[in-house]
């Protein structure tokens, strides 16, 4: 357990993409808006605090109804690349919680700012991911509607950990997150940033460093350990749908997971308990934030966000 004063002044906060956008709504805007701010009325306690704080947030439910949309009135309007359909979906969700945030500030008398980046981050031209798509997106549907949607619109679909069947696009490793200078400069004024929304727009850079975009989505994980590493910021908050992390998760002789050890944590991702459409990204970038030079990287609830960093709950994994 921690005390408020003991609590990291620095701190990256990753928000699952079932976060801005749960599974059990139809995304309507005002369904967004509503679930923006409820997002923001959990992340109050941290944003009042006298800290810095970056916020990535995950984009996979509402990048993969982007491109459905436009796939399905392509014969009328012209599809975007994946990386633009990448940099709307930064966009609308960075909007609405920044908006959120500030709203619930200034409802408790906080001027605190909040501003959201559009961020690109650099991948590997020659990631293997590229050649075997693994990130999922967009809603879930049953074996025979991925069927006819993999004929129709020539989409990999795979099943998604028992839940149903999704779209799956590559996911390159980030190695590097442009302009992080200005992600730095801005919180230290104070300024809560939104960044890496989605985990980035992916792009790679020539000789001459010139940038392209690619179609990808990077996991918002990962890009939320390398913010946290390139910045020196020792504690990574995951934040998802569950308090904790659990092994034989689904089985009689579950376990959750209170504190421990970066070697611990590996050895039970080498046995398989966490699967890669559900706990293993997340699992995989705590991991890559310790092995970074992290100190502490937690697993917790959204609604857990601060009883989380005080240690009352989620996993903790330590190095």
Known sequence: MRTLNE???RLVIAIGGNAVHPEDIRGTSDEQKAVAQHTAEALLPLAELDNELVITHGNGPVVGKIMMRQMLTMSRIPPMSMDICVAHSQGGIGYLLMQA???VLRA??????VASLLTQVEVDANDPA????????GPF?????????????NWKMREDSGRGWRHVV???KPKHVCDISLVDALVKRGTIVIAGGGGGMPVIRDERGVRTGVPAVIDKDLTSAHIANVLGIEELLILTAVPRVAINFGKPDKRELDQVSLAKIRAYH????FPPGSMGPKVDAAIRFLEGGGKRAIISHLNCAMTALTGETGTHIVP
């Open 108 to 113: 408790h008398g906080n001027g605190r700012h």
């Open 101 to 103: 945030i500030e709203n």
């Open 270 to 273: 080498r046995e398989g308990h």
């Open 130 to 137: 590229f050649a075997n798509p693994t990130k999922f997106v």
């Open 141 to 153: 549907f049953t074996e025979q509607e991925a069927q006819r949607i993999s004929a129709e619109l």
């Open 170 to 172: 590559p996911s390159p």
């Open 7 to 9: 609590v990291p002044r």
